[in-house]
C-alpha cells in the first residue's frame, strides 16, 4: 500500500487531536465498513493503548435490548487493531487477525468502553521477530466495561502481521 493514511492521522493528532481520532475512525470504517454499524469514538490512542466508546443505541442491541455480543467482540477487535496499525505503518505492513477468544462476563446494559493496552515488550519484540525474517503474532486482551467500570467481556486476539507482499487478497 503506497498511502498509509494513519501515519497521516499520527501527525495530525499532535496538531489536533480531536479531529485527528474522528478522522481516524472515519477512515477505519471506510477501510472496514462492518466496524462502520458500531458508531465508536476513539477517546484515546497512543503507542500502547486505544480507548474507544460506543453509547447503547438500536442498532447495536440484541433481542434482550442489552448490547449484542458480535458488537462486543468488534469493539475488542477495533481496539486491538489500532494499537497494531499504530506500531506498524499500514503502508508496510498488513495486521491479520487470526484468533480470537470472547469470555463474556456481564449483560451490556448501557454505554461501553473497550481498552487494549499492549502488554510491555510484546511490541518491541514483535519488531524483533519481523526484524528476523519471520511473521510475528501478537496477542492483544481488550477489556470491555460499562460506566461503572466493570467487566463486561474480555476479547483476546491473535495477529500476524505481514508485509504487503506476503498477503493473499485473491
Known amino acids: 500500500m503506497p498511502f498509509d493514511p494513519f501515519k497521516f ?19 477505519l470504517n471506510k477501510l472496514s465498513p462492518f466496524n462502520g454499524h458500531l458508531g465508536a469514538k476513539l477517546v484515546e490512542w497512543t503507542d500502547d493503548k486505544a480507548l474507544i466508546f460506543v453509547k447503547k ?3 447495536v442491541q440484541n433481542h ?10 468488534t469493539l475488542g ?4 487493531g489500532l494499537v497494531i496499525i499504530r ?36 511490541i518491541e519484540k514483535a519488531h524483533e521477530v519481523f526484524n528476523s525474517g519471520e511473521v510475528p503474532i501478537i496477542e ?4 470491555i466495561m460499562n ?5 463486561i467481556a474480555v ?14 487478497t485473491k
Open 155 to 168: 476479547v483476546t486476539t491473535i495477529w500476524q502481521v505481514k508485509p504487503w507482499n506476503l498477503v493473499r
Open 57 to 59: 443505541k438500536r442498532g
Open 9 to 27: 492521522l499520527r501527525k495530525l493528532e499532535d496538531k489536533s487531536p480531536q479531529l485527528s481520532r474522528n478522522l481516524t475512525m472515519a477512515f
Open 87 to 122: 506500531n506498524f505503518p499500514f503502508e508496510k505492513f498488513r495486521p491479520l487477525m487470526s484468533d480470537v477468544r470472547v469470555t463474556y462476563s456481564k449483560q451490556a446494559r448501557g454505554d461501553i468502553w473497550g481498552e487494549a493496552i499492549a502488554a510491555p515488550g510484546v
Open 64 to 73: 434482550v435490548k442489552s448490547i449484542h455480543a458480535g458488537a462486543l467482540f
Open 140 to 143: 492483544m486482551t481488550t477489556n
Open 77 to 80: 477487535e477495533t481496539c486491538a
Open 147 to 151: 460506566d461503572q467500570k466493570e467487566i
